[in-house]
């Protein structure tokens, strides 16, 4: 569910073959959003033109899940709240049509052809197969009616913070909060009303600056909540001055992190010793003191990668550029770290708290089949998702402490899932 047309391709899509249904159109959502949610729950929706509807699980119901912040594939940015209906699994619905082969030679003979499955599914801007998971899936997602705009600024002694908002807000409503982070001082606090803004009209979207002095501040974060219900925090910066003086050494050679990203990202699969440069180099630029024994060729039976907090706190960290447990890597994280920890314990430093972790450039989705494992061991795994986020930190301040105990959070939990029953 949109609040604006701003940036949505409107143009209708319909593609139709023996054994595939899919289109792309948009709708007025001016109807009972309570009937839409009843409905949804009983697996239907409305299509272009009919029902569409969900096959049920073998039981013949639905499980349902909502998820009131981000959609599971989402972990930052405006919120994004989400209902998410399952139905029978993806591997039974896609063996009705025989061969999985069939589905992509169908589509290469369609008047409007595609190659293959993930290829239509990228078109309708939907996840891939493998992204999706293990059940077909309906799903509600409200896009947030405002937003702070990426644009928003400190210059000079001055934050300029864009706000957007849909044309049918009441703006006296909107709320921008604000912390001003300045080291050695006080943190300020403060908010104002939309109310207080000077708005304009662009398409179907409110917009308005706020400009607000903060001194010699380096940074912001800014908070837009609606009717006292939180839409998006956002932290504004001087692109002049550098919060992070490791990021500030590494823009000599890698100015955007576009090289750093590509690497984390997509990587070489046959290259696996670039990926633990990458996530070597990622943490080190985060505040780490890293040290990365996967390239010495004689110290290979350690762990790939040690780090430690300014604290002394220690992690433990194995990457892959493929699933988890490829060659017992999950087996092996577990003994080495409890040889470290004992190791320790022996040295006197039993205080100090281990975290192992394995890092991988593949989404939680398409490692799910080893999450139940690592989660029975404590161990954290950090997947594209989580690397994204990571991305996203290295221009502030750098806080490792505060990372380590944020890694804990990424251990799976070995509670029944969430769409279990």
């Not at 593609?15 to 007025?28: D, L, N, P």
């Not at 009972?32 to 299509?47: F, P, Q, R, S």
């Not at 599971?72 to 993806?90: E, Q, V, Y």
């Not at 589905?103 to 309708?124: G, K, Q, S, T, Y």
Request: with cysteine.
């Amino acid at each position: 569910m949109e609040p604006s047309l701003t940036g949505i391709n409107e143009t209708p899509f319909i593609f139709s073959t023996e054994h595939i249904v899919a289109g792309r159109f948009v709708k007025s959502a001016a109807v009972d959003i309570a009937a839409l949610i009843v409905k949804a729950k009983a697996g239907e929706m409305d299509g272009l033109d009919d029902v569409v509807s969900l096959a049920a699980e073998t039981s013949g119901s639905f499980s349902s899940y909502f998820a009131p912040i981000y959609h599971p594939f989402i972990s930052d940015g405006p919120r994004l709240p989400s209902l998410l209906i399952r139905g029978i699994a993806k591997h039974n619905l896609l063996v009705t049509s025989g061969d999985s082969r069939q589905l992509d030679w169908e589509m290469r003979a369609a008047d409007v052809p595609f190659d293959a499955l993930d290829e239509l599914l990228e078109h309708c801007g939907l996840p891939t197969l493998t992204q999706i998971g293990d059940s077909t899936t309906l799903e509600i997602i409200a896009r947030s009616p405002g937003a702070i705009g990426l644009t928003s600024t400190i210059d000079g002694d001055e934050a300029i913070i864009e706000c957007r908002a849909a044309k049918a807000l009441d703006v006296s409503k909107l709320r921008l909060g604000y912390r001003i982070l300045q080291k050695g001082q006080q943190t300020v606090r403060a908010s104002i009303t939309g109310d207080t803004f000077q708005w304009r009209d662009e398409a179907d979207l409110k917009i308005a600056s706020h400009r607000i002095s903060v001194g010699k501040a380096a940074m912001l974060q800014a908070f837009l909540s609606y009717d006292r219900i939180s839409l998006h925090h956002w932290w504004v910066t001087d692109p002049k001055k550098h919060l992070n003086p490791r990021h500030a050494i590494h823009q000599v050679f890698d100015q955007d992190l576009e090289l750093l990203r590509r690497m984390l990202l997509t990587p070489e699969t046959d290259k696996q010793y670039a990926f633990e440069g990458a996530v070597s180099t990622l943490l080190s630029l985060l505040g780490f003191s890293v040290v990365n024994y996967g390239r010495i060729p004689k110290l290979q039976k350690g762990p790939d990668i040690i780090v430690l907090t300014p604290l002394g706190h220690v992690g433990i960290i194995e990457c892959t550029v493929g699933l988890l447990n490829e060659n017992d890597k999950l087996a092996k994280l577990v003994q080495r770290t409890k040889l470290i920890q004992a190791k320790l314990t022996d040295a006197g430093y039993g205080y100090l708290q281990l975290q192992s972790a394995i890092v991988t450039p593949l989404s939680r989705d398409e490692v799910a089949v080893d999450l139940e494992t690592a989660g029975e061991h404590g161990i954290a795994v950090i997947c594209k998702e989580d690397i994204e986020g990571m991305l996203k930190q290295v221009g502030l301040p750098p806080n490792a402490d505060r990372m380590f105990e944020e890694a804990k959070r990424l251990v799976p939990s070995s509670q029944p899932s969430l769409f279990q029953r």
